[in-house]
T-cell receptor, first 115, second 114 residues
Framework: DVKVTQSSRYLVKRTGEKVFLECVQDMDHENMFWYRQDPGLGLRLIYFSYDVKMKEKGDIPEGYSVSREKKERFSLILESASTNQTSMYLC??????????????FGDGTRLSIL | KQEVTQIPAALSVPEGENLVLNCSFTDSAIYNLQWFRQDPGKGLTSLLLIQSSQREQTSGRLNASLDKSSGRSTLYIAASQPGDSATYLCAVRTAETSGSRLTFGEGTQLTVNP
């Protein structure tokens, strides 16, 4: 079974802190994604990565950065946390190419609160 | 830009009823369509994936159909149970290449009453 593991289920941080959210997948997937989910706004893509050290902006990249130093790990970084970044953050991964009709797999999410 | 709409936003049914959830998308040039389930406070669980060349997929009491030309998909749940209560999301994938991404609908919140 594919497993996407997010490092924390719940996280509380203070305004201005640098925050790291970690995600690890065990299926050698090329693509990895970070979303945030807010009531009434649905899932919005923040950043994605299609290879080690490669990244592309999603729909709402402002205030975030990402790091992918190893294929299995994709980190989301809040450079200086603000209260409007309080949200549920979801990591996902999937194959590309000839395997790309496989589903996208999600982690359990990190509920982040910025005080 | 691809847009995905799910109707209704919420649905409440008695146990045992058959039901249909709807998903529509604006750009028919999709690669596949995926249905997910999300329980409160949790991540998304993949239920069914329909490739663009397919018309339907089945898993147990779930059946998903795809009509690409009209930009519609339905998720049929037979003999609903209280354990089916969750939010159901559909998402479309637009390309096979690296960087391909999913566009999500906002979901249908389903409540099955005992």
């Amino acid at each position: 079974d594919v497993k996407v593991t997010q490092s924390s289920r719940y996280l509380v941080k203070r305004t201005g802190e640098k925050v790291f959210l970690e995600c690890v997948q065990d299926m050698d997937h090329e693509n990895m994604f970070w979303y945030r989910q807010d009531p009434g706004l649905g899932l919005r893509l923040i950043y994605f990565s299609y290879d080690v050290k490669m990244k592309e902006k999603g729909d709402i990249p402002e205030g975030y950065s990402v790091s992918r130093e190893k294929k299995e790990r994709f980190s989301l970084i809040l450079e200086s946390a603000s209260t409007n970044q309080t949200s549920m953050y979801l990591c996902a991964s999937t194959h590309v190419g000839s395997y790309s009709n496989q589903p996208q797999h999600f982690g359990d999410g990190t509920r982040l609160s910025i005080l | 830009k691809q847009e995905v709409t799910q109707i209704p936003a919420a649905l409440s049914v008695p146990e045992g009823e058959n039901l249909v959830l709807n998903c529509s998308f604006t750009d028919s040039a999709i690669y596949n369509l995926q249905w997910f389930r999300q329980d409160p406070g949790k991540g998304l669980t993949s239920l069914l994936l329909i490739q663009s060349s397919q018309r339907e997929q089945t898993s147990g009491r779930l059946n998903a159909s795809l009509d690409k030309s009209s930009g519609r998909s339905t998720l049929y749940i037979a003999a609903s149970q209280p354990g089916d209560s969750a939010t159901y999301l559909c998402a479309v994938r637009t390309a096979e290449t690296s960087g391909s991404r999913l566009t999500f609908g906002e979901g249908t919140q389903l409540t099955v009453n005992p």
